[in-house]
């Protein structure tokens, strides 16, 4: 009994990893996952969190995310040009097949004319004329540059629950073989949109199981999803989740309820405060406002949810034509930002409520 003790103890002393690594692997996770562009400026993300943007169709979720993949693909410098992005790869699951690969073209054609401070129309991209931006790097190594920052994109189409759950438990593998080919983890998983076979899955009936096995249901479906999403995290410590999901707007009182579910990540005390704080005080301010939205996707996937940023529009402002609204409910704040939505991007408006 004592020499088994003695060998645990010694295998539990044994070293796996030095304090370097560990430090880096630290300070890596603590590091924001994705640059501060609005409307996501407002609080810093990093590896571990699940990012949900909710919000009515129209309402910029497709932009926020777009602008996300752009600036964690592309390189941080390219031939001496700073283009300020994470040189990260990227995967997209599309649920909802609602993908526009050219719109991402554009704003990465956007984001390097941005960062050689050119301005020129996006009719020009579209033109025969060579753009005179891309003069200043030259043509060849501007294709050069997209189509190597489109080799860290990666689009996954799904079209139920259960072909989304087989991807999720496949992943793995493959989300090792892109690490290896680019020599660093994966950055950020975006699910588009989390809820699109929620109905779909909620009209058929529970199917029938074997004895002593769990029933199969939309909850089950959920939790599956949610363990596989928990141990990619565990696996990629660096992995930013982000989820667009469009919200339904019905009773007051059947607004975002405060269940939490079983987490399945551990994460640091902060975002255990985070999880606790969806309380009364976001309801009320919902109340107030006159926001009202019904929380229909199941327990397991509200406690996995870190953060939330509830987003709004468009709305009609008159001269200055058509802006769109971004409050974070997740944590709960009072600040809430106006933002336009131009062939280049996404901009913060001048006014602000």
Same mark, same amino acid.
């Given at each position: 009994?004592?020499?088994?003790?003695?060998?645990?103890?010694?295998?539990?002393?044994?070293?796996?990893?030095?304090?370097?690594?560990?430090?880096?692997?630290?300070?890596?996770?603590?590091?924001?996952?994705?640059?501060? @562009?609005?409307?996501?400026?407002?609080?810093?993300?990093?590896?571990?969190?699940?990012?949900?943007?909710?919000?009515?169709?129209?309402? +910029?979720?497709?932009? #926020?995310?777009?602008?996300?993949?752009?600036?964690?693909?592309?390189?941080?410098?390219?031939?001496?040009?700073?283009?300020? &992005?994470?040189?990260?790869?990227?995967?997209?699951?599309?649920?909802?097949?609602?993908?526009?690969?050219?719109?991402?073209?554009?704003?990465?054609?956007?984001?390097?004319? $941005?960062?050689?401070?050119?301005?020129?129309?996006? $009719?020009?991209?579209?033109?025969?004329?060579?753009?005179?931006?891309?003069?200043?790097? +030259?043509?060849?190594?501007?294709?050069?540059?997209?189509?190597?920052?489109?080799?860290?994109?990666?689009?996954?189409?799904?079209?139920?629950?259960?072909?989304?759950?087989?991807?999720?438990?496949?992943?793995?593998?493959? %989300?090792?073989? !892109?690490?290896?080919?680019?020599?660093? /983890?994966?950055? %950020?998983?975006?699910?588009? /949109?989390?809820?699109?076979?929620?109905?779909?899955?909620?009209?058929?009936?529970?199917?029938?199981?074997?004895?002593?096995?769990?029933?199969?249901? @939309?909850?089950?479906?959920? $939790?599956? !999803?949610?363990?596989?999403?928990?141990?990619?995290?565990?696996?990629?410590?660096?992995?930013?989740?982000?989820?667009?999901?469009?919200? #339904?707007? +019905?009773?007051?009182?059947?607004?975002?309820?405060?269940?939490?579910?079983?987490? *399945?990540?551990?994460?640091?005390?902060?975002? $255990?405060?985070?999880?606790?704080?969806? /309380?009364? !005080?976001?309801?009320?301010?919902?109340?107030?406002?006159?926001?009202?939205?019904?929380? *229909?996707?199941?327990?397991?996937?509200?406690?996995? !949810?870190?953060?939330?940023?509830?987003?709004? &529009?468009?709305?009609?402002?008159?001269?200055?034509?058509?802006?769109?609204?971004?409050?974070?409910?997740?944590?709960?704040?009072?600040?809430?930002?106006?933002? #336009?939505?131009?062939?280049? +991007?996404?901009?913060?408006?001048?006014?602000?409520?």
């Amino acid at each position: 009994m004592a020499t088994a003790s003695k060998e645990e103890m010694l295998q539990w002393l044994t070293v796996s990893e030095s304090a370097r690594t560990m430090l880096k692997r630290v300070v890596e996770r603590q590091q924001p996952s994705i640059a501060a @562009l609005p409307p996501l400026h407002r609080v810093a993300l990093h590896g571990g969190h699940v990012l949900e943007v909710a919000g009515p169709s129209g309402s +910029g979720k497709s932009e #926020i995310m777009l602008q996300a993949i752009v600036s964690c693909i592309l390189p941080k410098e390219w031939r001496g040009h700073k283009l300020g &992005g994470s040189e990260k790869p990227a995967v997209f699951f599309d649920l909802n097949c609602h993908f526009d690969m050219m719109r991402l073209v554009k704003l990465l054609h956007s984001r390097v004319r $941005e960062a050689l401070g050119q301005r020129i129309s996006m $009719e020009e991209l579209s033109g025969r004329a060579v753009p005179a931006w891309s003069l200043s790097m +030259g043509v060849d190594c501007l294709d050069e540059l997209l189509a190597t920052s489109l080799k860290r994109f990666y689009h996954k189409r799904c079209f139920n629950s259960f072909g989304f759950l087989v991807a999720l438990k496949t992943i793995r593998p493959f %989300l090792k073989d !892109v690490e290896m080919e680019h020599g660093s /983890s994966p950055q %950020l998983l975006i699910i588009d /949109s989390v809820g699109a076979f929620y109905w779909l899955d909620r009209s058929v009936r529970s199917a029938p199981s074997d004895k002593g096995r769990k029933t199969l249901s @939309l909850h089950s479906v959920s $939790e599956a !999803v949610v363990r596989e999403l928990s141990q990619l995290v565990l696996t990629f410590p660096t992995l930013l989740i982000l989820a667009t999901k469009t919200i #339904i707007h +019905g009773d007051t009182t059947k607004e975002y309820t405060n269940q939490v579910g079983s987490s *399945y990540i551990d994460r640091n005390q902060q975002d $255990e405060m985070l999880l606790s704080a969806r /309380s009364s !005080v976001s309801t009320a301010r919902n109340r107030k406002q006159g926001q009202s939205h019904r929380e *229909y996707m199941p327990a397991a996937w509200q406690g996995f !949810v870190t953060h939330r940023l509830l987003v709004q &529009g468009p709305f009609d402002s008159g001269k200055e034509g058509m802006f769109f609204t971004a409050k974070w409910d997740l944590p709960p704040s009072e600040r809430e930002d106006r933002f #336009i939505i131009s062939n280049s +991007g996404i901009e913060l408006a001048s006014g602000r409520s």
